[in-house]
T-cell receptor
């Protein structure tokens, strides 16, 4: 079974630009969550989607948004990039997103903002 | 708000030494508890999880953790570490029924000297 796939793996942007990251969950998984990992703040929850609906949202500004498609694939978008947005963005999927517990993580998309 | 605190940020051990990594969480309701590991250059992987039942849970690669409800703790242990255990370890919690939103601790970097 293929794991969680994230694209692109690496990208460099400049301040003010916007970026879209993609995540393909494990086949059959309907919940997709996004996390930001930085050396200073660690792993922080961004948002979770389940059946194309945002179910949970973390404490990030509105510049961070996401969506989920009918095939459970998800995208997250960051607009008006700031230097502090440089991070590893992780996507995780789970079977039902409820009571099953385990999240399966992708390898992440490393964003550098110059 | 939920929070997770890991006691040690950086641990250095020699091979065959015993390991215990501390984790305390702050949340009054029913929670699920996890330890994830991130080996160098790899994605986050689940080591073990606690949902209910026996508070002593066993995971992969000889790791175990004990849930002590009265202390809000979920410490990770391994009797004898190997060089291949060198990695970053994350304790995490989510609210029962809220799988996609994991709250992570800051992580503990474990370095095992051969």
């Amino acid at each position: 079974k293929a794991g969680v796939t994230q694209t692109p793996r690496y990208l460099i942007k400049t301040r003010g630009q916007q970026v879209t990251l993609s995540c393909s969950p494990i086949s059959g998984h309907r919940s997709v969550s996004w996390y930001q990992q930085t050396p200073g703040q660690g792993l922080q929850f961004l948002f979770e989607y389940f059946s194309e609906t945002q179910r949970n949202k973390g404490n990030f500004p509105g510049r961070f948004s996401g969506r989920q498609f009918s095939n459970s694939r998800s995208e997250m978008n960051v607009s008006t990039l700031e230097l502090g947005d440089s991070a590893l963005y992780l996507c995780a999927s789970s079977f039902q997103g409820k009571d099953t517990g385990e999240l399966f993580f992708g390898e992440g998309s490393r964003l550098t903002v110059l | 708000a939920q929070s997770v605190s890991q006691h040690n940020h950086h641990v250095i051990l020699s091979e065959a030494a015993s390991l215990e990594l501390g984790c305390n969480y702050s949340y009054g309701g029913t929670v699920n508890l996890f330890w994830y590991v991130q080996y160098p250059g790899q994605h986050l992987q689940l080591l073990l999880k606690y949902f209910s039942g026996d508070p002593l849970v066993k995971g992969i690669k000889g790791f175990e953790a004990e849930f002590i409800k009265s202390k809000f703790s979920f410490n990770l242990r391994k009797p004898s570490v190997q060089w291949s255990d060198t990695a970053e370890y994350f304790c995490a919690v989510n609210r029962y029924g809220n799988t996609g939103k994991l709250i992570f601790g800051q992580g503990t970097t474990l370095q095992v000297k051969p």
